[in-house]
């Protein structure tokens, strides 16, 4: 079974800081990672995902993410933050073998301030 | 292109009473998926259905819930004699297919309180 630790509930910053939000997952096997982004009373909306292939992922808005195997870890970042950026973000791990759903992290509150 | 619809939006029930929330999959959409999120909690995984069948459903508590995906019509999460713990925002997800690395896309929810 797999798991995902976000390691901070909320990260406030100020306008134009970069940012990182951090996730560790746990898995026996191999996995896919993704991040997705919920605005105050939305849905989720994906950012990015990594499937296979280069380590460093582009998403929308900016956002990039890095898998690293070794740590376990797939680091959400963003060089410039906006206000609107302000957001929950959440981790999600899901297993390669087919007909597996996306478990996701606890979320991580981002408060982007002037 | 619409995407996953949800309604309710929003709904009030009294305990013992029943809740329905109905989701419709993106258009060509095949498997649903339910999560629920509870404050400070995320999104918690229920269940992930394709057309007329149950893939997993690990997710679902054991009594009073449950949840169909028939070939015609949206999916429905129906939630029977309903308690205070219930109260939660209700979430549906679409996919094309059951491939792992698909994306896939959620719809703006269902908030269920229980008064």
């Known amino acids: 079974a797999q798991s995902v630790t976000q390691l901070d509930s909320q990260v406030p910053v100020f306008e134009e800081a970069p940012v990182e939000l951090r996730c560790n997952y746990s898995?026996?096997?191999?996995?896919?990672l993704f991040w997705y982004v919920q605005y105050p009373n939305q849905g989720l909306q994906l950012l990015l995902k990594y499937l296979s292939g280069s380590t460093l992922v582009k998403g929308i808005n900016g956002f990039e993410a890095e898998f690293n195997k070794s740590q376990t870890s797939f680091h959400l970042r963003k060089p410039s933050v906006h206000i609107s950026d302000t957001a929950e973000y959440f981790c999600?791990?899901?297993?390669?073998?087919?007909?597996?759903?996306?478990?996701f992290g606890k979320g991580t509150t981002l408060s982007v301030s002037s | 292109n619409a995407g996953v619809m949800q309604n309710p939006r929003h709904l009030v029930r009294r305990r013992g009473q029943e809740a329905r929330l109905r989701c419709s999959p993106m258009k060509g959409h095949s498997h649903v998926y339910w999560y629920r999120q509870l404050p400070e909690e995320g999104l918690k995984f229920m269940v992930y259905l394709q057309k007329e069948n149950i893939i997993d459903e690990s997710g679902m508590p054991k009594e009073r819930f449950s949840a169909e995906f028939p070939k015609e019509g949206p999916s429905i999460l129906r939630i029977q004699q309903v308690v205070r713990g219930d109260s939660a925002a209700y979430f549906c997800?679409?996919?094309?297919?059951?491939?792992?690395?698909?994306?896939?896309?959620f719809g703006e929810g269902s908030w269920l309180t229980v008064v």
């Open positions: 997800a679409s996919s094309l297919s059951g491939e792992s690395g698909n994306t896939i896309y």
């Open positions: 999600a791990v899901s297993d390669q073998k087919a007909g597996t759903a996306l478990i």
């Open positions: 898995s026996s096997v191999s996995v896919y």
